[in-house]
């Protein structure tokens, strides 16, 4: 079993950047067994877990609104506890002339800084951030084209 998997309950929190959910936005029959549907915003407060998954969430963030998110996380977990990440566009520490960084990981990069005010960022960019609000250890799980996933231990 991948490292990064659970048998506990999760909840499915809102993402920072949108309102909280309304009862009208949960389709009918998205209840899975395990999950439960949590109003909030994770800028504000999230519910004590054992482990978070931020998929395509600290991207699109400036640093100081992905401390503020990961100190919430922090404060939401156990001593034992995780953040996971999955991003898309993980930048290399080196950017090579390759067409995966041509077509897709500085256009992303690009993108997410002009749309959004956030960035792409390199593993040792995410660990910085992990690691300036308390988390001590960071493991990085590339996958494939820049997918990379990201678990933060405090």
Same mark, same amino acid.
């Given at each position: 079993m991948p490292p990064w998997r659970f048998q506990n309950r999760s909840a499915r929190f809102r993402r920072a950047s949108k309102p909280p959910f309304s009862g009208s936005?949960?389709?009918?029959?998205?209840?899975?067994?395990?999950? &439960?549907?949590?109003?909030g915003d994770m800028l504000e407060t999230i519910p004590y877990t054992q482990a978070i998954m931020l998929k395509l969430i600290l991207h699109t963030w400036d640093d100081d609104h992905c401390k503020k998110i990961l100190r919430n996380c922090s404060n939401a977990l $156990?001593?034992?506890? &995780?953040?996971?990440?999955?991003?898309?566009?993980? +930048? $290399?520490?080196?950017?090579?002339?390759?067409?995966?960084?041509?077509?897709? +990981? %500085?256009?992303?990069?690009?993108?997410?800084?002009? %749309?959004?005010?956030? &960035?792409?960022?390199?593993i040792s960019e995410y660990d910085a951030l992990a690691k300036s609000v308390g988390f001590v250890e960071t493991k990085a799980f590339p996958i494939c084209l820049g997918t990379c996933v990201i678990e933060f231990l405090k």
């Amino acid at each position: 079993m991948p490292p990064w998997r659970f048998q506990n309950r999760s909840a499915r929190f809102r993402r920072a950047s949108k309102p909280p959910f309304s009862g009208s936005e949960i389709p009918s029959g998205s209840a899975k067994r395990g999950v &439960k549907h949590v109003n909030g915003d994770m800028l504000e407060t999230i519910p004590y877990t054992q482990a978070i998954m931020l998929k395509l969430i600290l991207h699109t963030w400036d640093d100081d609104h992905c401390k503020k998110i990961l100190r919430n996380c922090s404060n939401a977990l $156990p001593n034992n506890g &995780k953040v996971i990440v999955v991003e898309y566009c993980v +930048l $290399p520490e080196v950017i090579e002339n390759t067409p995966e960084t041509k077509n897709m +990981l %500085l256009p992303a990069d690009i993108a997410m800084t002009t %749309l959004f005010n956030g &960035k792409e960022r390199t593993i040792s960019e995410y660990d910085a951030l992990a690691k300036s609000v308390g988390f001590v250890e960071t493991k990085a799980f590339p996958i494939c084209l820049g997918t990379c996933v990201i678990e933060f231990l405090k």
